[in-house]
Nanobody, 119 residues
Framework: QVQLVESGGGLVQPGGSLRLSCAASGFTFYNYAMYWYRQAPGKERELVATITSAGDTTTYADSVKGRFTIPRDNAKNTVYLQMNSLKPEDTAVYYC????????????WGQGTQVTVSS
């Protein structure tokens, strides 16, 4: 079955960096765009970053543009979220997302990983 497993969250000081990983399995990873979302307490889940299947195009929310990047390694079936210059307002649970077609059609989410930015 489709599985997305995030890791790499934690507590970091403002201005620091973290790299989140999302290990995918159960589908042909290199055929699909991948997404990172986040949800802060009391707020709706928001799209943070996207990357195409080949990794040649990325998009970012305005709030993270210039600070976050979303590389992927299709040989490892893994997508990352590199977060630099972190701010307290980046505190949220971060989720990996895949929108799969064909037999496995569905909108799949990982379990989430907590990122807390605080001094």
């Amino acid at each position: 079955q489709v599985q997305l497993v995030e890791s790499g969250g934690g507590l970091v000081q403002p201005g620091g960096s973290l790299r989140l990983s999302c290990a995918a399995s159960g589908f042909t990873f290199y055929n699909y765009a991948m997404y990172w979302y986040r949800q802060a307490p009391g707020k709706e889940r928001e799209l943070v970053a996207t990357i195409t299947s080949a990794g040649d195009t990325t998009t970012y929310a305005d709030s993270v543009k210039g600070r976050f990047t979303i590389p992927r390694d299709n040989a490892k079936n893994t997508v990352y979220l590199q977060m630099n210059s972190l701010k307290p307002e980046d505190t949220a649970v971060y989720y990996c997302n895949a929108r799969i077609g064909g037999i496995m059609r569905g909108n799949y989410w990982g379990q989430g990983t907590q990122v807390t930015v605080s001094s």
